[in-house]
C-alpha cells in the first residue's frame, strides 16, 4: 500500500487539491485515473457530514483529473459491507475529524485486519493520518478532555506506520484547551520517551516501498524538546530513530 498522510488535501480556501511540497502532482503520477474510490468516516453516525466531506474530496479529484469510476462510503450505513468495500477499493480516504471517535469506528469494522496487505492508495487527513499509526496518540481537542483522567491518549491504531502525527500545527499552536496550551502543557509531556511529529497543511508523509518521507514543513517533539526537521519545498527520509537527509 502506498499511503498519503496529511493534515488536509485541500488549499486553504477547499477550492482544489494542495499542490504544496509536491502533493497534488504526486497523487496524479500515483493514482490510476478512473479508480474505485472509499471514503471511511470519521464519526459513523454523521452521516451529511460525511456525505458533504465525502463530495468536497471527490469534486477536489475530479478538478485534478483523477476520475472516481466508483465512489463509496463507509460508515454506519454500510458497516456490514465493510470488508467487501475496503476490498475492491483502488483509493481510500480516511476522514479528518475526532480521533477517538474515529479510532473505535475502525475498530469496530476490524479495519487493520481489513487494510492488511491491500495494494491499492491510502490517503490519511487529520484524524484519519492520526489513527494510522501503530500506537496513536489522541491529542486532546475537546473542551474537558484535557483534565478527564479517564480520557485515554493512547489508542491502538492502524498499525500503517509507527509515526505519530499532530496535524494542523500552524492553526493549533498557540491553542489553549481545559486551561492548558496544547503543545507546551500537554503534548510536551506526554513526549517523553516518544516522538511526536507536527505537520502544517500542506505538509504530508509519503510511505511507499517501506520508506516514509516527510515532504514540506514539519517538526518533532522528543522527550519534551521542540525542533523543525524539515521546510517547505523540501523532504526528509523518517526512521524509528529520527530523521535524516539523503
Not at 502532482?25 to 478512473?34: G, R, V
Not at 472509499?38 to 453516525?45: E, R
Not at 466508483?70 to 475526532?98: C, M, N, P, W
Not at 491491500?118 to 487529520?126: R, T, Y
Request: aromatic share 10%; charged share 20%.
Amino acid at each position: 500500500m502506498i499511503c498519503f498522510l496529511t493534515s488536509s488535501t485541500r488549499t486553504e480556501d477547499d477550492s482544489a487539491l494542495n499542490p504544496a511540497n509536491g502533493f497534488a502532482q504526486e497523487l496524479q503520477n500515483t493514482i490510476n485515473s478512473p479508480c474505485k474510490a472509499l471514503f471511511i468516516c470519521s464519526d459513523p453516525d454523521a452521516s451529511s457530514y460525511t456525505d458533504y466531506k465525502a463530495e468536497g474530496v471527490r469534486v477536489n479529484f475530479s478538478d485534478a483529473g483523477i476520475e472516481f469510476s466508483d465512489y463509496q462510503i463507509l460508515d454506519r450505513r454500510t458497516q456490514a459491507k465493510a470488508a467487501e468495500l475496503v476490498s475492491q477499493a483502488e483509493l481510500i480516504f480516511l476522514a479528518g475529524g475526532h480521533v477517538p471517535t474515529q479510532n473505535r469506528f475502525f475498530r469496530e469494522i476490524s479495519l487493520a485486519t481489513l487494510l492488511n496487505n491491500h495494494p491499492g492508495v491510502l490517503i490519511g487527513m487529520s484524524a484519519g493520518s492520526m489513527n494510522s499509526a501503530a500506537t496513536v496518540y489522541a491529542h486532546p481537542e475537546l473542551e474537558g478532555e484535557a483534565i478527564d483522567p479517564n480520557y485515554q491518549r493512547w489508542l491502538p491504531g492502524l498499525g500503517l506506520t509507527e509515526i505519530m502525527i499532530l496535524p494542523h500545527y500552524q492553526a493549533i499552536k498557540d491553542d489553549v484547551l481545559d486551561g492548558l496550551r496544547v503543545f507546551e502543557d500537554i503534548a510536551y509531556p506526554d513526549s517523553m520517551g516518544k516522538s511526536f511529529y507536527c505537520l502544517v497543511d500542506g505538509s504530508y508523509l509519503l510511505i511507499r516501498d517501506g520508506a516514509t518521507q516527510l515532504r514540506g514543513e514539519g517538526y518533532r517533539i522528543h522527550d519534551g524538546k521542540f525542533e523543525c526537521i524539515c521546510k517547505e519545498n523540501e523532504y526528509v527520509m523518517l526512521t524509528d530513530g529520527g530523521t535524516h537527509h539523503d
